[in-house]
């Protein structure tokens, strides 16, 4: 039995949303741009559109996301594109919905000798599609794939990435807070 009020998850929730205020769009792009590992390997975002789910991300060359032969580290190729579908999806579907990184999987097509870029773009009507996927609780599971490309745009790596989706309502992770849209209480 708790001690405490039925709605004291709800206080805290709002709470912690007072003290950290939601990210907007723009806010978004300088944390992500500001944060210690993005600096530390040059990952930058160039273009972000949480409304139309498109997010451009670039990473250049420098000493410290060279790998051991001096060509673009494996690990900072994968940690441009890790967040940018979930972020998108979470935005898009608003706070009825929970979404996670399921899964992911990284094919090294050539080494990065130079500047790289990845173009991350949800589909126009994949909400639509994801929302009656949804609708009777069932867990959903999409798939999204990018290309990462160099100067020339030849293919260095292609990430495909799985995200789990659910109603909040039918989901174990009711409490998953959305730091883009307002969550609902």
Same mark, same amino acid.
């Given at each position: 039995?708790?001690?405490?009020?039925?709605?004291?998850?709800?206080?805290?929730?709002?709470?912690?949303?007072?003290?950290?205020?939601?990210?907007?769009?723009?806010?978004?792009?300088?944390?992500?741009?500001?944060?210690?590992?993005?600096?530390?390997?040059?990952?930058?975002?160039?273009?972000?559109?949480?409304?139309?789910?498109?997010?451009?991300?670039?990473?250049?060359?420098?000493?410290?996301?060279?790998?051991?032969?001096?060509?673009?580290?494996?690990?900072?190729?994968?940690?441009?594109?890790?967040?940018?579908?979930?972020?998108?999806?979470?935005?898009?579907?608003?706070?009825? *919905?929970?979404?996670?990184? &399921?899964? #992911?999987?990284?094919?090294?097509?050539?080494?990065?000798?130079?500047? $790289?870029? %990845?173009?991350?773009?949800?589909?126009?009507?994949?909400?639509?599609?994801?929302?009656?996927?949804?609708?009777?609780?069932?867990?959903?599971?999409?798939?999204?794939?990018?290309?990462?490309?160099?100067?020339?745009?030849?293919?260095?790596?292609?990430?495909?990435?799985?995200? *789990?989706?659910?109603?909040? &309502?039918? #989901?174990?992770?009711?409490?998953?807070?959305?730091?883009?849209?307002? $969550?609902? %209480?």
């Amino acid at each position: 039995m708790s001690v405490l009020p039925s709605n004291f998850e709800t206080l805290k929730r709002r709470a912690k949303q007072s003290i950290m205020p939601l990210l907007t769009p723009h806010l978004l792009k300088l944390r992500i741009n500001t944060y210690a590992p993005y600096i530390g390997a040059g990952i930058k975002i160039d273009y972000i559109n949480l409304d139309q789910g498109l997010c451009v991300v670039s990473m250049g060359l420098n000493p410290m996301n060279k790998n051991i032969v001096g060509t673009q580290f494996g690990g900072s190729l994968y940690s441009m594109v890790d967040p940018f579908y979930m972020l998108m999806l979470m935005h898009q579907l608003g706070s009825s *919905y929970v979404v996670w990184d &399921k899964s #992911s999987h990284i094919e090294f097509v050539a080494p990065g000798n130079s500047k $790289v870029t %990845a173009r991350m773009k949800i589909p126009n009507n994949e909400v639509t599609t994801i929302q009656k996927l949804a609708k009777e609780g069932e867990p959903v599971f999409r798939e999204y794939q990018v290309d990462i490309v160099d100067d020339q745009q030849k293919t260095i790596a292609t990430v495909t990435k799985t995200l *789990y989706i659910r109603l909040r &309502k039918y #989901s174990k992770s009711k409490d998953q807070t959305n730091r883009i849209d307002n $969550v609902d %209480a």
